[in-house]
């Protein structure tokens, strides 16, 4: 079967958080967003910079999803609807999943 590569990224401000919580997060909340297997989902993770002190970090998570190339329309198609119109609820996913990872 042929794959193919389906590409996007996210940025958001939260403080408190490492690399590893950050990554572990986005990537349960991906799995689930997009219904993709764990293991075909990579995550990369880029901590801004802080523009004051006591402000949030700013956080860049990028991704790749390795899939079937008949299922790429699909996920690409539920990666723009999680973006737009389903935005609030990944955001509170992900808000739920960072919470999960630093307790």
């Known amino acids: 079967a042929t794959v193919t590569k ?3 990224s996210m940025s958001f401000q939260a403080a408190g958080l490492t690399e590893a919580q950050v990554s572990a997060a986005a990537k ?4 689930s967003t997009l219904g993709v297997a764990a293991t075909d989902l990579s995550v990369a993770v880029t ?8 402000t949030a970090d700013s956080w860049t998570v990028t ?3 390795v899939v079937e190339a008949t299922a790429a ?7 723009e609807t999680a973006a737009a119109a389903g935005k609030a609820a ?7 999943n960072l919470k999960a ?3």
């Open 73 to 79: 329309a699909a996920l690409k198609t539920k990666a």
């Open 47 to 54: 901590k801004g910079r802080r523009l004051q002190e006591g």
């Open 90 to 96: 990944f955001e509170a996913a992900l808000t739920t």
């Open 63 to 65: 991704y790749e999803a």
């Open 101 to 103: 990872e630093v307790e």
């Open 6 to 8: 389906v590409t996007g």
């Open 28 to 31: 349960t909340t991906l799995v």
